[in-house]
Nanobody, 123 residues
Framework: QVQLVESGGGLVQAGGSLRLSCAASGRTFSDYAMGWFRRAPGKEREFVAAITRYGGITNYADSVKGRFTISRDNAKNTVYLQMNSLKPEDTAVYYC????????????????WGQGTQVTVSS
């Protein structure tokens, strides 16, 4: 069992930046690939980014490539999402998830999910 808690969301103007954090419980954080997902108003949840267990490989949705960076600090049991050049269409509830691999996370399959943090980007 893994518990995930997101933080760092808020209201930001277009072009601004936010850094989201996801803190995981337990001492087996490095056993999991981690990912970020989002659900925009009236839309289904979509994949945003994923990172391998030791941070060596990352994957991004085309819509965020070049703007968002996923990273992790296993010593702190935390995964981050640095979001730059934010656009109004980035407005969504952002969720982190732990999964078996980045491949499964890209297919929207996570073993554990956080409750989400709201990101609102104004124009």
């Amino acid at each position: 069992q893994v518990q995930l808690v997101e933080s760092g969301g808020g209201l930001v103007q277009a072009g601004g930046s936010l850094r989201l954090s996801c803190a995981a419980s337990g001492r087996t954080f490095s056993d999991y690939a981690m990912g970020w997902f989002r659900r925009a108003p009236g839309k289904e949840r979509e994949f945003v980014a994923a990172i391998t267990r030791y941070g060596g490989i990352t994957n991004y949705a085309d819509s965020v490539k070049g703007r968002f960076t996923i990273s992790r600090d296993n010593a702190k049991n935390t995964v981050y999402l640095q979001m730059n050049s934010l656009k109004p269409e980035d407005t969504a509830v952002y969720y982190c998830a732990a999964g078996r691999s980045t491949a499964t996370l890209r297919l929207m399959s996570g073993d554990y999910w956080g409750q989400g943090t709201q990101v609102t980007v104004s124009s």
